[in-house]
């Protein structure tokens, strides 16, 4: 950490800087130059808070300079981490994995039409909702149990991993035999207690960006499954809140090569729920499988128009199979599969 005192500080304020560094556990180097004295504090304090130093007497500014997640940081496995399955499934290597499938499970027929789509056009994954966090209660809310025996079904008829969200603790018992990927969504990314409870298990976690967190707020998530002995972790972008109305979300597709610079975590780019409209959800794709994105998360209904949620923004059948399409040409031009 750097802490550049301001020029006419005194040396009393110097000096009640260092002793507060210190007191922190860090151990402080002092450069006084002609004009101002910079301190370099070394070693990084457990939940430090930079504005306990930047309100002192005295202080002009205070850079972090390591970062507050340890785990997730890409020091931690600069190679990369490669979070792998018992079929032979790898997401965070050279081929790029592709999740799809309906927002939420409204039916066997719905379900597993999809699935013998998205498993022929190339997908290994089957996403799809048992439990719907909506922000209407009186939205469809999700078929429990049933929808999630559905997955398990359907994802072994096709030969896909099944990934689902988890909206509480007391849904994980109850989904881990159906299950290969716990997601947490955007509205849980901060959910600690959830986080924590992830942590303890051995299934692999994909954890979606919320919609107003800052990038470090999302590795800090990463961090809490991690810390507890959870290493198969992935990231993903899914659109952040903003001013612009034109789209659902603003997808942050410059958040990828920024996560996967500052994480060795798999970074997965949902440009479904990053525009919210079907007809962006290509453009998208190819830009995030461009961006270095290790895999894609779209939702697919056999008759979108008719979904029982997320309609506007899911593809129809022919539109994911030019999706996958586009997605093999684009990773091939950055030296990747699909």
Known sequence: ????????????????????????????????????????????PHDFDTREVEMMPGVQEVHRITSPYKLAGRNFRPEGTVVKFTN???????????????????????????????AKAGARVLRGGAFKPRSSPYSFQGLGLDG???LREAGDRFKLLVISE???????????PYVDIFQVG??????FNLLREAGKLTTPVMIKRGIAATIEELLLAAEYVMSGGNFDVMLCERGIRTFETATRNTMDVSAIPVVKKLSHLPMIGDPSHGTGRR????????AAVAAGADG???????????????????????????????????AAAVGRSA
Do not use: W, Y
């Open 166 to 176: 988890v909206m509480e603790i007391s849904q994980i018992e109850l989904m881990l």
């Open 148 to 150: 999630l025996k559905l």
């Open 1 to 44: 950490m750097i802490v550049a005192m301001q020029e006419s500080a005194k040396e009393e304020q110097i000096q009640l800087v260092i002793d507060r560094l210190v007191s922190l556990g860090f151990e402080v180097h002092r450069s006084t130059g002609a004009r101002q004295t910079v301190l370099g504090g070394v070693g990084v």
């Open 279 to 286: 007809d962006m959800v290509l453009p998208m794709a190819r």
């Open 296 to 330: 894609l998360i779209v939702e697919v209904h056999p008759d979108p128009d008719h979904a029982m949620s997320d309609g506007a923004q899911t593809l129809t059948p022919p539109q994911f199979t030019e999706m996958m399409q586009q997605v093999r040409a684009v």
């Open 88 to 118: 032979g499934i790898e997401i965070g290597g050279k081929k790029i994995v592709v999740m799809a499938g309906p927002c939420s499970v409204e039916s066997k027929e719905q379900l597993f039409t999809v699935s013998e789509l998205i």
């Open 186 to 191: 955007a509205r849980n990314m901060q959910n």
